[in-house]
């Protein structure tokens, strides 16, 4: 399964300094906590500028809500996120995803 992920900032420089800041950290430590990332973008537009989108999977049937919570109480992830004020996120979207079977 994958979940798409929208962090919403503040503003384009705030995101911009979470994606090039942290989202290159969480790439590399995610995979011990059973995630994979499969792609960190910024938004392209006036609307988006100002958010982070990143596509992670996980295993089929696997506790979401349980791994990131794990991952978010790891010192892998304090020790990334450390410097960062997690109040300059407005807001974080989720969406489970499967791939559609196309023939």
Known sequence: MQQLRIY???DKQT???YFTGYWTKHIKSLPKYGFEC????I??????ENQVIAIVSFPDHADIKEM???YMKS???IQEMAGFDKSKI???E???MKSAELH
């Open 8 to 10: 919403t900032l503040i």
């Open 15 to 17: 995101a911009e300094d």
């Open 38 to 41: 499969k792609g960190v973008w």
């Open 43 to 48: 938004g392209n537009t006036a609307e988006s």
């Open 68 to 70: 990131t919570e794990c």
């Open 75 to 77: 010192s892998d992830f």
């Open 90 to 92: 407005t807001s974080i």
């Open 94 to 96: 989720t969406k489970i």
